[in-house]
């Protein structure tokens, strides 16, 4: 792998475990993560709205393009497609 082969499974994404697919990314996941005790303690210097803005800018649409360009071609829609959960699990919190 190299860093213009990006994989789905190298991506850190927002769960309380390593996902193998797009599919194990809902909505619900995510909302778990971000009301997780470790995650919240790890980040107690931060507002919730603060943490949640941070959140929204680093898996916004505009700002994953430049992650998804570097994901191999294979797993682009999948990563794609979880990102987007991601955002919109953001947005509801």
């Known amino acids: 792998k190299t860093k213009t082969n990006i994989l789905f499974n190298d991506i850190p994404w927002p769960t309380l475990y390593h996902p193998q697919s797009a599919d194990a990314i809902t909505s619900g996941v995510v909302t778990a993560f971000f009301g997780d005790p470790k995650y919240l303690a790890s980040k107690h210097w931060i507002s919730r ?3 949640m803005h941070t959140e929204l800018l680093r898996w916004h649409s505009d700002k994953f393009q430049a992650v998804l360009k570097k994901v191999a071609y ?3 829609l999948a990563v794609h497609l979880a990102a987007e959960v991601v955002v919109r699990a953001l947005n509801e919190l």
């Open 49 to 51: 709205k603060r943490r």
């Open 74 to 76: 294979s797993d682009q």
